[in-house]
Each structure stands twice: as C-alpha cells, then as structure tokens.
C-alpha cells in the first residue's frame, strides 16, 4: 500500500492517472488514446507505458490528421511510433480533403468543425471505441473545468454540460449502452506547470516547437503564426520576421499562436511558466471564433 504522505504531488498526480488508466483498460472492451502529438499527449503516452509496464500498452494511439499541423509533429508522430512500437491509428476527413478545407480560405470555424470534429466522429465510429481517453487538463479553459474525469457521451458523441455523472473521490461510473462512450481525462488534475515539472523530471521527449529559437511569423487574425510549409498566402509570407519564439501549446500552425520567449531549456520554461499570469490557449484561435466556442464545440462532439 502506498503512504500518500510519502509522495511528492507529482507522484501523487501520477498515481492517480496510472490507476485512472488501469480503470480504463479493465473495465471497456475497446479504448483508445487521442495522441496528438503535444506535451500533454507525450505524458499521457509515458503514463501510460508506466501503467502497463513491461507489457505493451493495450490499446491504440488515435490521430486526427487535420492536414494542417506544424510539418515537425507529423515527422515527431511517426518517430516515436517507430522508436516506442506503439500502435498508431491515423485519420484525416476525406470530404474535408477533397473540398480542400484551409483555415486561411475557410477561416477557424469551418476548418475546426469539419477537419477535427467530424474527422474526430468518423474516426471514433470506425473503430467503434467505447473509451477515448485524451490529454484535456481542467486548468486549460473554463469548458474543460466542467468535464468529470469519465465524461459521457451519446450515441451522436454529444456532451450535455448540465447532466453529468457525479465521480465521489476515485469511484468512477463506466456503464454505457451499445454505441455509447465515454471520455476519459486521466491527467484532468494536473495544470500546465505540473507537466512542466513532469516532462523536466521524466526527461520525456517533446516537439522543438515547444523550446525558444528564430522562427519565420507573421501577424494574422490578432496573433502570431509561423511560417510553417508554401501553403501561407504570399501577402502573408511576405511581411514574415524571424523572431525568437515558441509555443505554449500545439495544434494547426495557422490558428496556433506563437509566443516570444528566449526559453530554450526546460528549467527556462518551467521559470517563465512560474513568472507567467496568461493561459496557454491564449494563441488558440479556435477557441476564440464565437462565444463560448470551446464549450459549443465539445457539445457538438469536438474533444
């Protein structure tokens, strides 16, 4: 038996995902990890290792393609599958591809619907998933500080914020009905500093985006994009500056903001976190493109 008085809170935290994860495993028959290649999907994949070590973990890594994501997390994705041997499960929406869906044409709204939710759907009914565990964390937007940690969903993967399951301390409700889900937050207690501190303490591999360097970025839609592939419209392109920059969260380059910082090492990072009074979805447009857009959005299926 473990003395909680022995841990330190990251130990604790980490306890409490690795038995969250466990839940998880025992009691769906067909679960599935969102790994979108960022900090918190990086601890979620290490977590997750540690939960079900030395064996394999058992079940698959889901990504949703957008088409649109920095050019090093697709190359990053790929790497750790083939170094970790984890099974990866990719899919991009293909009538969003053929209408040739472009945050720039189409703007944030249309982009995000049709090339992450209802990619997200179509993935999720393919592989016909009874748990989709993801990486959302409470202290990231006021929607996400709603969610319990077994977040349910029905047969459309719609969310109802006024009807949710009461979770009493570590006791969990995992029953749903053929075609029902439920989403499963197992690091929903840690905060952006926590996996900071873990990342830095588990030495666990991460993007370059997320460290300070001179990148190619250019003001759009009220904050600051790079310069990522030829796809940038060349009015754009052209006022682009190197600047010394990075970023405090990843996704589509054209809606993720870039923020300036000279923080190149993780100890610089967890200091400039520690000094920092702003959230990291600040830059997120995706969450600014109507009122209450991250709530609407989950409600409609979005993760």
Same mark, same amino acid.
Not at 161 to 170: C, F, H, I
Not at 188 to 204: A, G, P
Not at 223 to 247: G, H, Q, S
């Given at each position: 038996m473990i003395d909680e008085k022995r841990l330190t809170h990251l130990k604790q935290l980490e306890a409490e995902s690795v038995y969250i994860l466990r839940e998880v495993a025992a009691a769906f028959t067909n679960p599935v990890m969102m790994y979108s290649v960022g900090?918190?999907?990086?601890? /979620?994949?290490?977590?997750? +290792? %540690? *939960?079900f070590a030395p064996g394999k973990v058992p079940f698959p890594m889901l990504h949703v393609d957008t088409k649109w994501k920095f050019g090093e997390m697709i190359e990053f994705r790929d790497r750790r599958a083939k170094e970790l041997g984890f099974d990866l499960v990719v899919h991009s929406n293909p009538e969003g591809e053929k209408m040739d869906i472009s945050p720039f044409t189409h703007g944030s709204k249309v982009h995000t619907d049709v +090339?992450?939710?209802e990619g997200l759907k179509q993935a999720?009914? +393919?592989?016909?998933?009874?748990?989709?565990?993801?990486?959302?964390?409470?202290? @990231?937007e006021k929607s996400r500080a709603k969610e319990r940690i077994f977040s349910f969903r029905d047969k459309?993967? =719609?969310?109802?914020?006024? #009807?949710? =399951?009461?979770?009493?301390? #570590?006791?969990?409700?995992? !029953?749903?009905?053929k075609g029902e889900s439920v989403r499963v937050f197992?690091?929903?207690?840690?905060?952006?500093?926590?996996?900071?501190?873990?990342?830095?303490?588990?030495?666990?591999?991460?993007?370059s985006l997320y460290f300070a360097k001179?990148?190619?970025?250019?003001?759009?839609?009220?904050?600051?994009? /790079?310069?990522?592939?030829?796809?940038?419209?060349? @009015?754009? %392109? *052209?006022? !682009? %500056?190197? @600047? /010394?920059?990075?970023?405090?969260?990843?996704?589509?380059y054209p809606l993720t903001g870039a923020i300036n910082?000279?923080?190149?090492?993780?100890?610089?990072i967890i200091r400039e +976190?520690?000094?920092? %009074?702003?959230?990291? =979805?600040?830059g997120r447009l995706i969450d600014k493109d109507q009122e209450g857009a991250m709530e609407k959005k989950k409600i409609e299926g979005y993760f």
């Open positions: 900090k918190d999907s990086s601890v /979620m994949l290490h977590l997750a +290792m %540690k *939960a +090339m992450k939710t999720l009914n +393919m592989g016909g998933y009874d748990a989709i565990i993801g990486g959302a964390r409470r202290d @990231e459309q993967h =719609r969310w109802d914020p006024k #009807n949710q =399951r009461p979770e009493l301390w #570590n006791v969990y409700n995992t !029953a749903i009905q197992p690091i929903s207690n840690w905060t952006e500093l926590d996996i900071w501190q873990y990342i830095y303490l588990e030495q666990i591999p991460i993007p001179e990148r190619p970025v250019v003001e759009y839609e009220g904050t600051k994009i /790079m310069v990522d592939d030829e796809r940038v419209p060349e @009015e754009l %392109k *052209a006022k !682009a %500056k190197n @600047e /010394m920059v990075r970023f405090r969260t990843l996704g589509c910082s000279t923080a190149s090492t993780l100890p610089e +976190m520690l000094l920092s %009074k702003s959230s990291e =979805r600040e």
